[in-house]
């Protein structure tokens, strides 16, 4: 019997059992109970008052608005058996509610499915049993403006708070913090560089109960979460608790893009649009309609975003998106991941080799242990990379440009690019430059912005 079902058949359900919220002098904190079979979980949120703005206060929707990160915060215990049930018994949700939520995690989990070789249907995988009706009535008027803007440390984000600095002054700046990593040094470095303060930052604290790292070690099942929607309902909170109307994320188009060809196995599922129009969909049925939650990258590709990233060299030496590296200090990259070999490719055709090996201390196109990473990005593999990393055409697009760039120079092509032109067939009549993706919910005032930058 395989490592998940006998887990399945010793905890087959997980329940959402309550959640305290804690109104302090100077904080908001909510406790979260999970319980599976003997182990029970409390993880925390806590947000300093002094990230709340909002002096008027629907304390019955905040309260749903925190009951519903519970829903998704869940995901984190869940993977540990992968449960056949999840019994609800903080509040009660209907079944479209269910469906959103069963749908987020079988293709959120889709690699944590994948690798840990659990093979179950959609329909069979989990059901939802509900032991409550507690129900929230409120009311919400439209007073809400501005911008609540992710920030991640990586380039996407660098270059939305570029496009947003004309209405700075209506923008907040968006982190969430876990105890499990340290803190971000990257993305606190990404908005000072960009001309915001401390007091333009607001923080959503999400503590992970350190009982699920010691399960993960026993042996219990572990693997990729889709975190930006955690992402997307811990935003939606402060978004409401700062008066704010746009939740922006920057999700590129790329992310649509799945990790195993004919399946739906997407690292990135939780980037893409098919999640972001259901997550829309979610906030205005059940939340509000009047604070809305959209990718301001999507339009775009991971090429564009890069071509116009380029043009800010004062952010260089400031951005990271190497996750391995954020798991530790997060100020330098590893350079041995397939997300930093990504990054190297798609920025080379915009900035030269030797100003790009300095801001990764070496150059990776000239490191042969990241030939089989190489090929994998390129698509010349079985797998993609499981990374947020763009497409396929992307990654050659890049790779013919930069050769062409080196031979007009006159200079020597490096290994992995060497080995590119002598084994693969590269042909870039495709002009990934001047694609823009109609299919994304950007508003008209910044399709404008997009368009003007490209």
Same mark, same amino acid.
């Given at each position: 019997?395989?490592?998940?079902?006998?887990?399945?058949?010793?905890?087959?359900?997980?329940?959402?059992?309550?959640?305290?919220?804690?109104?302090?002098?100077?904080?908001?904190?909510?406790?979260?109970?999970?319980?599976?079979?003997?182990?029970?979980?409390?993880?925390?949120?806590?947000?300093? =008052?002094?990230?709340?703005?909002?002096?008027?206060?629907?304390?019955?929707?905040?309260?749903?608005?925190?009951?519903?990160?519970?829903?998704?915060?869940?995901?984190?215990?869940?993977? &540990?058996?992968?449960?056949?049930?999840?019994?609800?018994?903080?509040?009660?949700?209907?079944?479209?509610?269910?469906?959103?939520?069963? =749908?987020?995690?079988?293709?959120?989990?889709?690699?944590?499915?994948?690798?840990?070789?659990?093979?179950?249907?959609?329909?069979?995988?989990?059901?939802?049993?509900?032991?409550?009706?507690?129900?929230?009535?409120?009311?919400?008027?439209?007073?809400?403006?501005? /911008? &609540?803007?992710?920030?991640?440390?990586?380039?996407?984000?660098?270059?939305?708070?570029?496009?947003?600095?004309?209405?700075?002054?209506? /923008?907040?700046?968006?982190?969430?913090?876990?105890?499990?990593?340290?803190? /971000?040094?990257?993305?606190?470095?990404?908005?000072?560089?960009?001309?915001?303060?401390?007091?333009?930052?607001?923080?959503?604290?999400?503590?992970?109960?350190?009982?699920?790292?010691?399960?993960?070690?026993?042996?219990?099942?572990?693997?990729?979460?889709?975190?930006?929607?955690?992402?997307?309902?811990?935003?939606?909170?402060?978004?409401?608790?700062?008066?704010?109307?746009?939740?922006?994320?920057?999700?590129?188009?790329?992310?649509?893009?799945?990790?195993?060809?004919?399946?739906?196995?997407?690292?990135?599922?939780?980037?893409?649009?098919?999640?972001?129009?259901?997550?829309?969909?979610?906030?205005?049925?059940?939340?509000?309609?009047?604070?809305?939650?959209?990718?301001?990258?999507?339009?775009?590709?991971?090429?564009?975003?890069?071509?116009?990233?380029?043009?800010?060299?004062?952010?260089?030496?400031?951005?990271?998106?190497?996750?391995?590296?954020?798991?530790?200090?997060?100020?330098?990259?590893?350079?041995?991941?397939?997300?930093? &070999?990504?990054?190297?490719?798609?920025?080379?055709?915009?900035?030269?080799?030797?100003?790009?090996?300095?801001?990764?201390?070496?150059?990776?196109?000239?490191?042969?242990?990241?030939?089989?990473?190489?090929?994998?990005?390129?698509?010349?593999?079985?797998?993609?990379?499981?990374?947020?990393?763009?497409?396929?055409?992307?990654?050659?697009?890049?790779?013919?440009?930069?050769?062409?760039?080196?031979?007009?120079?006159?200079?020597? &092509?490096?290994?992995?690019?060497?080995?590119?032109?002598?084994?693969?067939?590269?042909?870039?009549?495709?002009?990934?430059?001047?694609?823009?993706?109609?299919?994304?919910?950007?508003?008209?005032?910044?399709?404008?912005?997009? =368009?003007?930058?490209?």
């Amino acid at each position: 019997m395989a490592n998940y079902q006998v887990l399945r058949e010793k905890y087959p359900t997980i329940t959402y059992k309550n959640y305290e919220i804690i109104n302090n002098s100077n904080s908001l904190k909510v406790i979260y109970t999970y319980i599976l079979g003997e182990y029970t979980f409390t993880p925390s949120v806590t947000i300093s =008052k002094k990230y709340i703005t909002n002096s008027n206060i629907n304390h019955n929707f905040l309260e749903m608005l925190f009951f519903n990160y519970g829903l998704v915060n869940i995901i984190n215990y869940y993977k &540990l058996s992968c449960p056949k049930e999840i019994i609800i018994e903080a509040a009660f949700i209907d079944q479209t509610q269910i469906n959103f939520f069963k =749908k987020l995690i079988f293709n959120g989990l889709s690699e944590y499915f994948y690798r840990n070789k659990i093979d179950l249907s959609y329909d069979e995988f989990v059901q939802f049993i509900i032991k409550s009706d507690k129900k929230f009535k409120f009311h919400i008027d439209d007073k809400f403006d501005g /911008n &609540l803007i992710l920030i991640g440390g990586g380039k996407d984000s660098i270059v939305s708070l570029e496009l947003l600095k004309e209405e700075q002054e209506k /923008n907040l700046c968006f982190l969430l913090e876990r105890n499990i990593y340290p803190k /971000n040094a990257p993305s606190y470095n990404s908005i000072y560089q960009a001309g915001y303060t401390d007091d333009d930052i607001v923080i959503f604290d999400a503590e992970i109960d350190n009982l699920l790292l010691q399960l993960n070690k026993e042996g219990f099942l572990n693997g990729h979460i889709p975190f930006s929607s955690q992402l997307a309902f811990a935003s939606y909170i402060m978004a409401y608790l700062n008066n704010k109307k746009y939740i922006i994320v920057s999700n590129e188009a790329s992310s649509n893009e799945g990790n195993i060809e004919g399946s739906n196995i997407n690292h990135q599922y939780s980037k893409s649009i098919e999640f972001e129009s259901d997550f829309r969909n979610y906030c205005e049925k059940y939340l509000s309609c009047h604070i809305e939650y959209f990718s301001l990258l999507r339009p775009l590709l991971e090429i564009q975003i890069a071509k116009i990233f380029a043009k800010y060299p004062k952010y260089y030496h400031i951005f990271r998106s190497c996750n391995l590296s954020s798991k530790n200090t997060g100020t330098n990259w590893c350079c041995s991941c397939p997300k930093c &070999l990504f990054i190297f490719i798609i920025l080379s055709p915009y900035i030269n080799l030797e100003t790009l090996s300095s801001i990764f201390s070496t150059n990776l196109l000239e490191k042969p242990e990241l030939l089989n990473t190489f090929i994998e990005l390129l698509g010349y593999s079985s797998n993609k990379p499981f990374e947020c990393v763009g497409t396929f055409d992307e990654v050659r697009y890049a790779c013919n440009k930069t050769i062409r760039n080196l031979t007009q120079e006159n200079k020597k &092509l490096p290994y992995l690019l060497k080995y590119y032109q002598e084994h693969y067939n590269h042909n870039d009549n495709i002009q990934l430059e001047q694609y823009f993706n109609p299919n994304n919910y950007v508003p008209k005032k910044y399709i404008e912005k997009l =368009k003007k930058e490209l």
